[in-house]
């Protein structure tokens, strides 16, 4: 058992090695960064095994990188990690969590609920089927679970800010066009959660989940709206040309409707006359440029003001080439 000093010492590294992933205060280096949150992992802190967990996470290309991204996941649960706790009372099985959610879990819990996730099933992807074939537009229904779309829900509660607009000049800001909330997540707010969630979202999109954008969980209060716009970047303008240059054409959007209980706010495509919205986990996915690969204007959309409830929505956007 570590002794408190060897505890605070690997706590001070996973803070070191926090800042140095995420370049907060200074120059950003993956790569120590990494290497300190696996010194601190291995002498039992918790919160780096999560980090480690989320690490193994995103470099996974196989079922066993997944499985191993896991383990950490558990051992961090097992060091009291609260949060690493919660993923696996998501991702394992519903049975399992009444006793994991007890007052004094046995320690064996997290094992258990580690060995009840099923990776294949994560990885299963449910029907598709097209409702516009140019602009091409897919639903896939029950693409989350309930449970999984209310851990999102809450993931992003607290966190909320004004949504922002993508701005000629290539910066997002704040704009009367776009009145709803946001939270997006950046790498250090990522879990095991939401990367299995990206992970389903880059196989039924087709794309390589290094293709993927930071995901934003959106929120429309009654009578806040998205109003007409594209996700894919113009050419024509100049910000827009840099950005597609350097990191690829925004090619693909992904919603997940995390909820039902709000009126109207569907996703509207005003030139094609139809209006989509899906029941609690269903998926809505639009390519943004046609087979040549140019910006399809049949895509002008929006997301209308709910009359009444609230909406909660993941939005995905896919870039045409991994991401740096
Ligand atoms: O809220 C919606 O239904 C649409 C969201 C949207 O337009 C987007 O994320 O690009």
């Given amino acids: ?38 010194a601190a ?3 039992g ?14 470099g996974a ?27 696996l009372v998501v991702l394992g099985h519903e049975a399992l969590e009444g006793e994991a959610q007890g007052a004094m879990p046995s320690p064996a819990i997290w094992g258990r609920l580690r060995g009840s996730i099923d990776l294949a099933e994560w990885l299963r992807l449910p029907e598709l089927r097209q409702v516009s074939a140019a602009p091409r537009i897919e639903i896939r229904d029950a693409f989350l679970s309930p449970r999984l779309c209310a851990w999102l829900i809450g993931r992003a509660r607290p966190r909320l800010e004004r949504s922002r607009v993508y701005a000629a000049t290539g910066e997002g800001q704040v704009d009367r066009s776009r009145t709803n909330s946001a939270f997006e997540f950046d790498l250090l707010s990522l879990d095991v959660v939401m990367l ?45 040309a840099q950005e597609i240059a350097s990191k690829g054409q925004r090619v693909g959007t992904f919603l997940i409707y995390l909820n ?61 080439r991994p991401l740096g």
């Fill in 41 to 43: 992992a291995q002498a």
């Fill in 45 to 58: 802190d918790g919160e780096a095994a999560a980090l480690a967990a989320v690490l193994i996470g995103l």
């Fill in 61 to 87: 290309q196989s079922p066993g990188d997944w499985a191993k991204s896991l383990e950490y996941l558990q051992q961090a649960a097992e060091s009291g990690w609260g949060p690493a706790q919660q993923q």
């Fill in 1 to 38: 058992m570590a002794s408190g000093t060897e505890l605070a010492q690997s706590a001070a590294q996973t803070a070191l090695g926090k800042k140095l992933l995420a370049g907060d205060n200074m120059p950003a280096d993956p790569q120590r960064g990494a290497a300190l949150i696996a």
């Fill in 196 to 240: 299995l969630t990206r992970a389903r979202i880059a196989a039924a999109s087709g794309f390589a989940p290094h293709s993927l954008e930071h995901t934003n969980v959106l929120h429309y209060s009654a009578g806040q709206q998205f109003t007409r716009h594209f996700d894919f970047l113009d050419p024509a303008l100049p910000g827009h």
């Fill in 260 to 320: 039902e209980n709000y009126d109207a706010a569907e996703t509207e495509f005003s030139l094609l006359g139809r209006k989509f919205r899906c029941p609690t986990g269903g998926a809505l996915y639009f390519h943004n440029v046609d087979a040549s690969a140019t910006p399809d204007r049949r895509t002008l959309h929006a997301g209308l003001a709910p009359n009444s409830g609230e909406k909660w929505l993941l939005s995905q956007w896919i870039r045409g």
